[in-house]
């Protein structure tokens, strides 16, 4: 089984620009939850959706937003960049929502704001 | 607010020996706790869990030990290869939220000299 990919792997972005980032959850997955990860600030959640819907949502502004398709694929997008949305942006799937721990990382996106 | 800390941002240890690597949380409703591994350029991996109704958990050369009364839980690796260089960060959950009450720890690079 595949595992969990996303793309771009790498992405360069100028201040006040948006950006989209693409999850593929492994086959079967219906949740996809979206991680920031900085050396300063470590993991820390964005959200999670399962089933096309947002089951929760960490303490990010409103620039950051996300979404998942039919076929449970998710995008996030962040809008307005700033210099410190430089991070490794993760998603981790899993085949429920809620209590399932059983989480699969992709390999994240590197993404650098100057 | 709610936080999980690691002892020591790094470990250095020789192959073959034990490694122990520390984890302090400080919110006593947290009862479910998993320990991640993250090589470099990929995401984490799930490596052993443990609810706060076991002291002690073992995997495959892995063991969680937790300790309620301090809110401190370590991650013991024996005989550790260079294949365990990593970094290593604990996160901490009230189990039956969603994901977005796990709680991570910043991390601990484990460099294992052979």
């Known amino acids: 089984k595949a595992g969990v990919t996303q793309t771009p792997r790498y992405l360069i972005k100028t201040r006040g620009q948006q950006v989209t980032l693409s999850c593929s959850p492994i086959?079967?997955?219906?949740?996809v939850s979206w991680y920031q990860q900085t050396p300063g600030q470590g993991l820390q959640f964005l959200f999670e959706?399962?089933?096309?819907?947002?089951?929760n949502k960490g303490n990010f502004p409103g620039r950051f937003s996300g979404r998942q398709f039919s076929n449970s694929r998710s995008e996030m997008n962040v809008s307005t960049l700033e210099l410190g949305d430089s991070a490794l942006y993760l998603c981790?799937?899993?085949?429920?929502?809620?209590?399932?721990?059983?989480?699969?990382f992709g390999p994240g996106t590197r993404l650098t704001v100057t | 607010g709610e936080s999980v800390g690691l002892h020591l941002p790094t470990l250095s240890v020789q192959e073959g020996d034990n490694s122990i690597i520390n984890c302090a949380y400080s919110?006593?409703?947290?009862?479910?706790f998993i320990w991640y591994k993250q090589e470099s350029g990929k995401g984490p991996q799930f490596i052993i869990d443990?609810?706060?109704?076991?002291d002690k958990r073992q995997g495959q050369r892995v063991t969680v030990l937790l300790n309620k009364t301090v809110k401190h839980l370590s991650l013991q690796i024996a005989a550790t290869q260079p294949g365990d260089s990593a970094v290593y960060f604990c996160?901490?959950?009230?189990?039956?939220?969603?994901?977005?009450?796990?709680?991570f720890g910043k991390g601990t690079k484990l460099s294992v000299k052979p």
């Open positions: 981790a799937s899993s085949e429920t929502s809620g209590p399932s721990y059983e989480q699969y």
């Open positions: 086959s079967g997955h219906r949740s």
């Open positions: 959706y399962f089933s096309e819907t947002q089951r």
């Open positions: 919110n006593s409703a947290s009862d479910y």
């Open positions: 443990i609810r706060s109704n076991m």
């Open positions: 996160a901490a959950l009230n189990y039956g939220g969603s994901q977005g009450n796990l709680i």
